[in-house]
């Protein structure tokens, strides 16, 4: 680009941190303005001022608002550890061992932006011990770790997509192993019900992460 302002433009989805899309998201919340938003888009992720955005050639913002949009449609892989100032944070390795007061702010807070950094705060903890691929994670802690609005957002991404890939698959396999036994069609639909309503994983990923995935896609298109 020709331009006298030094730009840094966020080439994958960790090169955003949580915090600076919540408060995009703030933003946007509050105005609708599309020429506006755009603006703030490239303040809040290219770290600039937003006089310095003024002065950007038009095509030069269209090209940086296109990257910027097109870094949200990707579905990546889950970010099993990352690293924020110094600190590795590795993600729950054993979700099934989630205590009920885990599990609790987890599904309270996954379909929540204003509050998602506290199901991060669940999913994500600070790496005590390495062994090989394995590794042990610190006890769950309320209060919200310090570097939790700075960690990257295919970390948050790949996190919702796995619970709900999770939801599904369970689905899947239990739908399967019904129809195996031969089950009636009125009992699979009383089955997939009782999921839906219900206790355990599906029930967030199912519900709570289609709310959320719908803003997430809604939000920068």
């Known amino acids: 680009m020709n331009m006298d302002i030094k730009i840094n433009i966020p080439t994958k989805l960790s090169d955003i941190t949580l915090g600076q899309y919540k408060h995009y998201l703030k933003i946007e919340k509050q105005n609708k303005e599309s020429h506006f938003l755009q603006s703030k888009m490239i303040e809040i992720f290219c770290n600039v001022s937003l006089k310095e955005v003024m002065r950007l050639k038009l095509k030069d913002t269209k090209e940086i608002i296109d990257i910027l949009t097109h870094l949200f449609e990707d579905k990546p892989q889950l970010v099993k550890s990352f690293k924020v100032n110094k600190v590795k944070f590795g993600f729950h390795p054993s979700l099934d061992e989630l205590t009920f007061g885990e599990y609790i702010d987890l599904d309270t807070y996954i379909g929540d932006w204003d509050n998602i950094e506290k199901a991060m705060n669940v999913l994500y903890r600070p790496v005590i011990a390495n ?8 006890e769950y802690n309320t209060e919200l770790h310090k570097d939790i609005l700075n960690m990257p957002m295919d970390a948050v991404m790949s996190a919702i997509f796995f619970l709900w890939n999770l939801g599904i698959d369970l689905s899947k396999i239990m739908m399967k192993s019904l129809d195996q036994e031969g089950t009636t069609n009125q009992a699979l639909t009383d089955y997939l019900y009782s999921i839906e309503n219900g206790d355990g994983i599906n029930h967030f990923s ?9 803003e997430l896609k809604i939000s920068l298109n």
């Not at 062994?131 to 610190?138: N, P, S, T």
């Not at 199912?206 to 719908?214: A, C, K």
């Open 131 to 138: 062994l090989k691929d394995k590794y042990a994670i610190a």
């Open 206 to 214: 199912q519900d709570s992460l289609r709310v959320i995935l719908e």
